[in-house]
């Protein structure tokens, strides 16, 4: 495979441009006031992945989003890769902590970024990443040099849990028949640093409202007298930690994969500098499960964590009284071997066993997912990790991620096929964050190393 470096520089204002035509529409999967943007994102998924050469392309709908569908096969005998990706984004909010509108893509330089990088919501997690495989695949077409066959199959319910894609893949496992998944939808340690993220936590996702008295009250007339729901939900999630921070849910840790003495020894190796990890996020120190480094705390260790939590008077000024409901959402970040639905059982049972007399209190699952491990002495790692040498001249670091794409497990059990990470946002991105990013640098360093990949996957299947 030829280097893609003089045709990304012939096309890149084009790529970019591109880019930003598809942030520009609001995708966001969460709110149902969007659902027009959300589909007619999906049509420019379509017509794109049209115009870079795939043969079919169709809008597979489904219970939920419409699940975008392309392929070029161009020898049964030769191997396929799927490519996944999500075209719905994370709600924008809070607005106006952003310097630019979420959906008026912006390119502005910054310090790790001088290149420039495009600002808006979506432009990493994952339009821009997403993409980056539509403009390869367009280079592998337009120079004839596609190695072998592509599906992509990009869907619009990510965010918000994945449910129409495991029904889509359980009913089409033939369709989506391929040899391996190729997913560009985390990130990599440094610009300079190129990593493959060889692990997902996996997610169990709650709400929880505890209620009280049957009305509001005075704080004055009934303060002391009744259970008063905020204070008693608070009390309850703070003893789901005790104090080195395990959790204390009964049984919770039971199934947890443990790593081996030489598994940390390595993990120990990749290059952190926690001084500038605290200085990034204006932290004077990290905090967490007693025993465990920072980065292990974010990735082989499973979590607890509040999302969310409301109730009472938060309007201006005072207002005294008593809620008759408080409410949180946690979430549960899993590792491997812990099942999501035990958990949250477990959860559910823990937190109903625990509230005192006076409250009543509601457990709601929302979403969950089972964590992922993929090994490094598999085809599609090997070819992945030739790619990145061919492209960045060094060999990519494998490296745990702390986050989830709960599908990647069940793509695992329904397709039979291993998933490789090739992700190229960085940490300080700010995905879900005000201020979204995507550096351009990565944007184009990605294109030109996929087809690389396509390559060795294919001359190693061989
Ligand atoms: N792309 C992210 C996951 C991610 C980001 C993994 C960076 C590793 C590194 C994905 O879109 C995401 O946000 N997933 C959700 C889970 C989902 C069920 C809402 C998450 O991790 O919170
Ligand atoms: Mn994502
Ligand atoms: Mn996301």
């Known amino acids: 495979m030829k280097s893609a470096k003089s045709y990304i520089e012939k096309n890149k204002e084009r790529f970019l441009d591109e880019l930003v035509e598809l942030l520009k529409i609001p995708s966001i999967s969460a709110d149902s006031a969007y659902k027009k943007d959300v589909l007619k994102t999906a049509e420019a998924v379509k017509k794109q992945l049209a115009k870079a050469g795939c043969d079919s392309v169709e809008i597979c709908e489904t219970p939920g989003y419409p699940i975008v569908y392309g392929e070029k096969m161009i020898d049964k005998k030769l191997p396929t890769i799927l490519v996944y990706g999500h075209y ?155 104090k080195n921070n395990h959790i204390t849910i009964p049984g919770f840790y039971d199934d947890v994969q443990n790593l081996s003495k030489k598994e940390r ?99 709601k699952p929302h979403h969950g997912g089972q964590a992922y491990v993929t090994p490094i002495d598999s085809l599609g790692y090997k070819a992945a990790e030739k790619a990145y040498e061919e492209t960045f001249g060094k060999t990519p670091i494998p490296q745990r991620s702390g986050g989830s794409i709960p599908i990647v497990a069940l793509f695992e059990k329904e397709l039979k096929s291993k998933t490789i990470l090739m992700g190229f946002g960085l940490d300080s991105d700010a995905i879900h964050s005000p201020n979204e990013h995507f550096g351009v640098w990565n944007y184009l360093k990605g294109i030109e190393t996929i087809p690389q990949f396509y390559h060795f996957f294919t001359e190693m299947s061989k």
């Open 88 to 242: 719905d984004v994370q709600p924008p909010d809070p607005l106006d902590l952003w310097d630019s509108p979420p959906f008026e893509p912006v390119i502005k330089k910054t310090k790790l970024h001088p290149e420039g990088a495009i600002f808006a919501r979506g432009s990493c997690d994952d339009k821009g990443q997403m993409y980056m495989h539509v403009k390869a695949l367009e280079y592998m077409t337009s120079t004839n040099q596609l190695p072998c066959n592509v599906k992509f199959m990009i869907e619009g319910e990510e965010e918000v849990g994945s449910s129409s894609l495991e029904w889509f893949v359980t009913k089409n496992r033939k369709k989506l028949a391929n040899d391996v998944i190729l997913i560009s939808d985390t990130g990599m340690i440094a610009k300079d640093v190129p990593s493959i993220t060889t692990g997902l936590r996996g997610l169990s996702y709650v709400e929880v409202e505890v209620t009280g008295p049957n009305r509001d009250l005075h704080s004055g007339l009934y303060g002391g007298a009744v259970a008063n729901p905020i204070n008693i939900l608070t009390k309850m999630i703070a003893s789901l930690h005790d």
């Open 265 to 363: 020894e390595k993990m120990a190796e990749a290059p952190f500098n926690l001084k500038d990890y605290e200085k990034a996020l204006d932290i004077d120190a990290v905090y967490g499960e007693k025993g465990y480094s920072t980065n292990e705390r974010n990735s082989i260790r499973p979590t607890l964590d509040v999302n969310g939590i409301w109730g009472g008077y938060i309007g201006e000024g005072a207002k005294t009284v008593i809620a008759s409901k408080a409410f949180a959402k946690i979430s549960m970040r899993l590792v491997p071997n812990q099942d999501w639905k035990k958990i949250t059982e477990l959860f559910k049972n823990h937190f109903e066993s625990i509230a005192p007399e006076g409250v009543r209190v509601k457990v």
